[in-house]
């Protein structure tokens, strides 16, 4: 089993959609969690941290399950700028952080 | 504010040569990191530097060689290259610990003909 996995998208939707990403990860020590986004031919950039209790911001929600070990991404009202590649991230200690491969959105007009 | 900063952004090298990559953050942050990423396959941690005068491996060091040369500089050097490290290089940072944010820096697009 992968240490992170992700949907392999790409997730095709109409603007002001809701999407939701779904990501798994195998090592139950992991520390601490995040969602990177990464736009085309770009360096990736810290989008949210994900906590325990679960975290909003704007559009954007973030869950954590620790007992399943699962982690998820709703982003409301969908805006043709969210598309892009959206990371889940794993710390494992000892400050590594472990990447999924991402899933790709596409929002249209 | 700089970030990170990677040189070269783009190289071309022949089966064989060697070349270093080199990153500097001016962040001073405690951490730093090399990763790879090839389509399909996600970013992948080659080595990391938790802190100044450390180096560890990742999950891909092979063929690849690191050195912290100081708190702000973390370089990469390909001794041999092979067409297998054709890839797109990321150099990263961060303060360190479980909830720090990492900074990336803009990539070096490296062909190995």
């Known amino acids: 089993r992968k240490e992170v996995e992700q949907d392999p998208g790409p997730f095709n939707v109409p603007e002001g959609a809701t999407v939701a990403f779904n990501c798994t990860y195998s090592?139950?020590?992991?520390?601490?969690f995040f969602w990177y986004r990464q736009d085309c031919r770009k360096e990736p950039k810290l989008l949210m941290s994900?906590?325990?209790s679960g975290n909003e911001d704007g559009r954007f929600t973030a869950q954590l399950n620790r007992a399943s070990q699962y982690i998820s991404l709703l982003i409301r009202d969908s805006k043709l700028s969210d598309s892009a590649t959206y990371l889940c991230?794993?710390?494992?200690?000892?400050?590594?952080?472990?990447f999924g491969k991402g899933t790709m959105l596409l929002v249209s007009p | 504010n700089a970030g990170v900063t990677q040189t070269p952004k783009f190289q071309v090298l022949k089966t064989g040569q060697s070349m270093t990559l080199q990153c500097a953050q001016d962040?001073?942050?405690?951490?730093m990191y090399w990763y790879r990423q090839d389509p399909g396959m996600g970013l992948r941690l080659i080595y990391y530097?938790?802190?100044?005068?450390?180096?560890d491996k990742g999950e891909v060091p092979n063929g690849y060689n690191v050195s912290r040369l100081n708190k702000r500089e973390f370089s990469l050097r390909l001794e041999s290259a092979a067409p297998s490290q054709t890839s797109v290089y990321f150099c990263?940072?961060?303060?360190?610990?479980?909830?720090?944010?990492?900074?990336f820096g803009q990539g070096t697009r490296l062909t190995v003909v």
């Open positions: 991230v794993v710390n494992r200690g000892y400050s590594t952080l472990t």
């Open positions: 962040m001073n942050h405690n951490s």
């Open positions: 530097s938790a802190s100044e005068g450390t180096t």
């Open positions: 994900v906590y325990s």
């Open positions: 990263a940072s961060s303060e360190g610990g479980n909830w720090s944010e990492a900074f």
């Open positions: 090592n139950s020590a992991s520390q601490s």
